[in-house]
């Protein structure tokens, strides 16, 4: 089992910043492959971004690409998203996944442990 907690989010104006944290518990935390994923109010929740568990690499949606970073600290077992930039179309829930030495990937189903979720508020 891995238990995955979040923090940061909260209210920014756009063109604002933010940054979010998920602190992962349980397992080995560098042999997970970690996403961020966000849901807005009426709709399905999609894919922001993945870090893979081995090397770092990266892989973003085209919507946030250019103004989100995401990042890992596996000694903090942590993984951030960094939001510059901010949209009033960002405003969602945002929770991090995780997937056992998974690849880059952007279904959600392929996940097998979720955060608690984090609000993230963007007023125009």
């Known amino acids: 089992q891995v238990q995955l907690v979040q923090s940061g989010g909260g209210l920014a104006q756009a063109g604002g910043s933010l940054r979010l944290s998920c602190t992962a518990s349980?397992?080995?935390?560098?042999?997970?492959?970690m996403g961020w994923f966000r849901q807005a109010p009426g709709k399905e929740r999609e894919f922001v971004a993945v870090?893979?568990?081995?090397?770092?690499?990266?892989v973003y949606a085209d919507s946030v690409k250019g103004r989100f970073t995401i990042s890992r600290d596996n000694v903090k077992n942590t993984v951030y998203l960094q939001m510059n930039s901010l949209k009033p179309e960002d405003t969602a829930a945002y929770y991090c996944a995780a997937n056992y030495r998974g690849p880059l990937i952007r279904t959600r189903d392929r996940y097998g442990y979720w955060g608690q979720g984090t609000q993230v508020t963007v007023s125009s």
């Open positions: 870090i893979h568990w081995s090397g770092g690499s990266t």
């Open positions: 349980g397992r080995t935390f560098s042999d997970y492959s």
